[in-house]
């Protein structure tokens, strides 16, 4: 059982631990049980765990159904964060063959946490960028746990041009709470480097697929997900910030109930955004998460981005770029009733 625990899942956790000792003790039996004839002779009480673990799993399976099918806001960012994740480099190394990955932004240096890279993905050859949290300490700290800084997103432009200039389809997995917001990024001009590549990528004549993998916070996540097709994974969160940077605006204080109200105010999940119009698809996650069974999560989302590619695929540049152009301009649009006074 993993040491990292949800807060909504601590019944679950007591029915884990439970099948956890109950499946280990059926484990020892059959490991000691005596063998005739090549045949195990299990004991009476191996017939009893038997049926015990079988129980214990069906309780498993409905609480996960009850417990994932009411989940807040609040929960599923804390869902979207698990540590066990997939992250881009787990996706990459699931369904992108070939890939060769690509360094570097011209200009200042290399950013880990951008990840750039040629690959194909089913029949399409594809310029693969996305944000990477990091798995270890070290990882993590190498790649400012997923928060990019303008030299990973300048990276990420130039890998994007070069993919536009071969008649490469993009495709872009978003995971990061936002950009570095450290005094250096600032420095070296984060801000012109998120709007360069807002401006730039509605205007490249080649196919592009952005997915919401994990996190998806603010300018950070956006500066790479300019796209003609945008899906989320299930659990995943999209905003213009943060659910502790909306309370620590609002309420001078982040905390578990101010944290809970904003991440019902700023409606930022999945069913939200797509209810909203922001993305087109939502795409599913194994019961429990896409932590839980990060298989059955990558094929789910290979198969999109493979459906995506090939409708793209029979429009023109131009057609791409005006239908991108449309795409973005209708976000936010209202309808005022006539009539009304003030």
């Avoid at 480097?193 to 996540?221: F, H, Q, W």
């Avoid at 995506?308 to 009733?337: D, I, P």
């Amino acid at each position: 059982m993993s040491f990292y625990q949800l807060e909504f899942e601590k019944p679950l956790n007591a029915i884990e631990s439970q099948l956890e000792t109950v499946e280990g003790k059926l484990k020892s039996l059959v490991a000691s049980a005596p063998a005739a004839g090549g045949v195990t002779l299990l004991p009476p009480e191996a017939t009893d765990l038997a049926a015990e673990v079988d129980k214990l799993k069906a309780d498993r399976l409905a609480m996960l159904r009850e417990l994932y099918g009411k989940l807040t806001a609040w929960d599923t960012v804390r869902v979207a964060r698990h540590p066990k994740r997939p992250q881009t480099r787990d996706y990459i190394e699931v369904f992108c063959k070939d890939f060769c990955e690509l360094h570097g932004d011209r200009r200042f240096g290399d950013d880990p946490a951008m990840v750039c890279g040629f690959a194909r993905i089913g029949p399409h050859r594809v310029m693969v960028i996305g944000h990477h949290k990091g798995r270890t300490t070290s990882e993590k700290i190498a790649c400012h746990f997923g928060c990019a800084h303008p030299e990973g997103y300048r990276k990420a432009m130039a890998k994007m041009e070069l993919a536009a200039k071969y008649k490469l389809p993009i495709v872009t997995f978003v995971d990061t709470p936002g950009a570095y917001p450290g005094i250096g990024a600032e420095q070296r001009g984060q801000a012109e480097a998120i709007a360069v590549n807002l401006r730039d990528m509605s205007t490249l004549k080649t196919p592009i697929v952005s997915i919401v993998i994990g996190e998806g916070g603010s300018g950070g996540a956006l500066g790479i997900a300019v796209a003609d097709r945008v899906a989320m994974m299930q659990h995943s969160w999209y905003s213009v910030i943060s659910p502790e940077g909306c309370a620590a605006i609002l309420w001078k204080q982040a905390n578990e109930q101010t944290n809970t109200a904003a991440a019902k105010a700023l409606r930022l999940t999945a069913q939200d955004n797509i209810d909203l119009g922001i993305i087109d698809r939502i795409i599913t996650e194994p019961l429990g998460g896409a932590h839980r069974a990060p298989g059955e999560a990558a094929a789910n989302l290979e198969r999109w981005i493979i459906e995506s590619l090939a409708e793209l695929k029979s429009f023109s540049g131009e057609q791409l770029v005006e239908q991108r152009y449309q795409r973005f301009r209708k976000l936010g649009q209202v309808a005022e009733s006539a009539g009304l006074t003030l």
